[in-house]
């Protein structure tokens, strides 16, 4: 894993997802294929996997082929998911996302983000159920990240109205994630998603963790400038898709 684990610190940011999957929890849900600094991880902790790709289109095409699934939930820079699907795949949803970075900035404490843990699960999934008919449910969301990561949220009336917290954390590599990211459909506008975002992020820089990352859909204009209010700045583009077997 030495070797794996130096391909992924050539790029921190772009491989932060990869770099957290290195250490438990998530490792046992990893399988790793690597050719020089090239590599390609199944993540089979969800079901479609996760499959992340790092390196040259030729080098990971030829790593892909080593995979036996019939359908994957990719992240792909750089062009490659159209060469993907030439090779005989198709898209059965695919997105545009911006990679950002936390590069710092002062970030105000607000006194509605409280923390939440393993027994706000039913509030959790009771707000997230707001966005199932239109589509917005947060796809990667386990009720054990409320104990293992960081999460935060407002609450109103004895309900939760908004959320952020960790899709992946490890202090063993300093690196996290933000995500999950949700405020309910009739509270919206109101800057409660920076408020949630603002508090898992200080928490995050309080542990020392070195590397803060989150994907962020490039048509969510008012997110991206939350975001970047909080001092997060745009690393790159690239394309999330569900893929299958042609």
């Known amino acids: 894993?030495?070797?794996?684990?130096?391909?992924?610190?050539?790029?921190?940011?772009?491989?932060?997802?990869?770099?957290?999957?290195?250490?438990?929890?998530?490792d046992?849900?990893?399988?790793?294929?690597v050719s020089g600094d090239s590599l390609v991880l199944v993540y089979r902790g969800f079901s479609p996997p996760l499959l992340f790709a790092l390196g040259?289109?030729?080098?990971v095409m030829g790593l892909i082929g080593e995979v036996a699934e019939p359908e994957f939930y990719v992240s792909f820079r750089d062009g490659l998911l159209d060469r993907f699907l030439a090779s005989g795949w198709r898209a059965d949803k695919r997105n545009r996302l911006f990679r950002m970075v936390f590069r710092g900035g002062k970030l105000e404490?607000?006194?509605?983000?409280?923390?939440?843990?393993?027994?706000?699960?039913?509030?959790?999934?009771?707000?997230?159920?707001?966005?199932?008919?239109?589509?917005e449910r947060p796809p990667f969301f386990q009720r054990s990240s409320l104990?293992?990561?960081?999460?935060?949220?407002?609450?109103?009336?004895?309900?939760?109205?908004?959320?952020?917290?960790?899709?992946?954390?490890?202090?063993?590599?300093?690196?996290?994630c933000v995500g999950n990211v949700y405020v309910r459909r009739d509270r919206r506008g109101r800057g409660l998603a920076g408020v949630v975002s603002g508090a898992v992020t200080a928490e995050l820089v309080r542990l020392g963790i070195s590397t803060v990352a989150l994907n962020v859909r490039t048509d969510n204009?008012?997110?991206?400038?939350?975001?970047?209010?909080?001092?997060?700045?745009?690393?790159?583009?690239?394309?999330?898709?569900?893929?299958?077997r042609a």
């Open 221 to 244: 204009v008012p997110a991206i400038r939350a975001y970047e209010r909080l001092g997060y700045v745009r690393y790159c583009d690239y394309e999330e898709a569900l893929v299958v």
């Open 147 to 176: 104990d293992d990561g960081i999460y935060f949220g407002v609450w109103e009336d004895g309900r939760l109205i908004g959320l952020a917290g960790t899709l992946v954390l490890s202090a063993a590599v300093g690196v996290a």
């Open 109 to 135: 404490g607000d006194s509605r983000a409280l923390r939440l843990g393993g027994s706000d699960g039913a509030a959790v999934e009771e707000l997230f159920a707001d966005g199932d008919a239109f589509g």
């Open 28 to 33: 046992s849900f990893c399988s790793w294929h």
């Open 56 to 59: 040259s289109a030729e080098a």
């Open 1 to 26: 894993m030495d070797w794996v684990r130096t391909v992924l610190n050539l790029d921190r940011v772009w491989s932060a997802f990869a770099l957290a999957d290195l250490a438990p929890p998530y």
